[in-house]
């Protein structure tokens, strides 16, 4: 369908906003990638001569640590999260309109809406050296500042957001499933659990897929709470980014790292719905 001149209008001063605030600043992010940085200075010269060090040393066992454990962290805490939040969306979604439904949906807008600082403090307070951590050691006879320990902590707190994001994307799609095709299984001989698996689960395929990248992406670039909760052993890219622009003045090389995480992310989002069209094309 060719748009029409109206549409057209509308699009020209939209894509000039776009180019404005989004694609010329990573354009000129990506120059700045290959400029060589001078210690002593802030940013490099604009004479500086063009290098490919900058992502060449990503290479070091050092970087790609950061990016192992953005990835790593990121992904369990995007399937715990999804793992969580699919049996609330599916009991939201089943509920009748009233206010306990209303209740539900506004208490996960309202965890969308709290303040990031609060919730990772509020992680920090509950499973910190005043709260359960010491019990939870003696549990499972971990040491408090070990790296394990920390990483839960991570994931505690992506939790925090990946719940609400999670139920709030599946509560449609589940919604558009017929029950009654669940509750045919189970009268069929199915147990509860084995129709859901069967029939629920592969009919919400999508919107999982959708909640899965959302979360995943929010995941890979939280900041504050690794900064926070990582309390210096774990850190994300999006901390070393920072690092590198904030502290070091490194522009070059916090350039490099931005243009090389958004590049893997596209990559990773690509791929994952690649893999997810082609199958529910041959099923």
Same mark, same amino acid.
């Given at each position: 369908?060719?748009?029409?001149?109206?549409?057209?209008?509308?699009?020209?001063?939209?894509?000039?906003?776009?180019?404005?605030? #989004?694609? #010329?600043?990573?354009?000129?992010?990506?120059?700045?990638?290959?400029?060589?940085?001078?210690?002593?200075?802030?940013?490099?010269?604009?004479?500086?001569?063009?290098?490919?060090?900058?992502?060449?040393?990503?290479?070091?066992?050092?970087?790609?640590?950061?990016?192992?454990?953005?990835?790593?962290?990121?992904?369990?805490?995007?399937?715990?999260?999804?793992?969580?939040?699919?049996?609330?969306?599916?009991?939201?979604?089943?509920?009748?309109?009233?206010?306990?439904?209303?209740?539900?949906?506004?208490?996960?807008?309202?965890?969308?809406?709290?303040?990031?600082?609060?919730?990772?403090?509020?992680?920090?307070?509950?499973?910190?050296?005043?709260?359960?951590?010491?019990?939870?050691?003696?549990?499972?006879?971990?040491?408090?500042?070990?790296?394990?320990?920390?990483?839960?902590?991570?994931?505690?707190?992506?939790?925090?957001?990946?719940?609400?994001?999670?139920?709030?994307?599946?509560?449609?799609?589940?919604?558009?499933?017929?029950?009654?095709?669940?509750?045919?299984?189970?009268?069929?001989?199915?147990?509860?659990?084995?129709?859901?698996?069967?029939?629920?689960?592969?009919?919400?395929?999508?919107?999982?897929?959708?909640?899965?990248?959302?979360?995943?992406?929010?995941?890979?670039?939280?900041?504050?709470?690794?900064?926070?909760?990582?309390?210096?052993?774990?850190?994300?890219?999006?901390?070393?980014?920072?690092?590198?622009?904030?502290?070091?003045?490194?522009?070059?090389?916090?350039?490099?790292?931005?243009?090389?995480?958004?590049?893997?992310?596209?990559?990773?989002?690509?791929?994952?719905?690649?893999?997810?069209?082609?199958?529910?094309?041959?099923?």
């Amino acid at each position: 369908m060719k748009p029409s001149r109206g549409a057209l209008y509308l699009l020209v001063p939209a894509l000039l906003i776009f180019g404005l605030l #989004l694609a #010329l600043p990573l354009v000129n992010v990506a120059q700045e990638s290959f400029r060589l940085f001078v210690p002593g200075r802030v940013g490099s010269a604009v004479d500086a001569p063009l290098t490919t060090h900058n992502y060449r040393e990503l290479f070091t066992p050092a970087y790609l640590a950061y990016f192992l454990d953005t990835f790593r962290i990121g992904l369990v805490a995007t399937l715990v999260g999804l793992a969580i939040g699919f049996p609330i969306a599916h009991h939201v979604a089943r509920m009748r309109s009233g206010p306990r439904r209303t209740a539900w949906i506004g208490f996960l807008v309202a965890m969308m809406f709290l303040s990031a600082l609060a919730r990772v403090y509020s992680v920090s307070l509950a499973f910190g050296p005043v709260g359960f951590l010491p019990f939870f050691a003696r549990l499972t006879g971990l040491n408090p500042n070990s790296g394990q320990v920390t990483e839960a902590l991570v994931i505690l707190g992506l939790l925090h957001y990946m719940i609400p994001i999670s139920a709030l994307t599946l509560i449609g799609t589940i919604q558009n499933v017929n029950p009654r095709l669940a509750e045919a299984a189970q009268a069929l001989g199915a147990t509860r659990w084995r129709a859901h698996l069967s029939i629920t689960l592969p009919l919400s395929a999508r919107g999982i897929l959708s909640a899965f990248l959302i979360s995943y992406t929010l995941s890979i670039s939280a900041f504050v709470i690794p900064m926070v909760l990582g309390r210096g052993r774990v850190l994300f890219v999006s901390n070393l980014i920072y690092s590198r622009f904030s502290e070091v003045a490194n522009f070059p090389s916090g350039s490099a790292i931005s243009v090389v995480m958004l590049a893997l992310s596209m990559l990773i989002i690509y791929l994952v719905t690649r893999m997810a069209t082609r199958r529910w094309e041959t099923a």
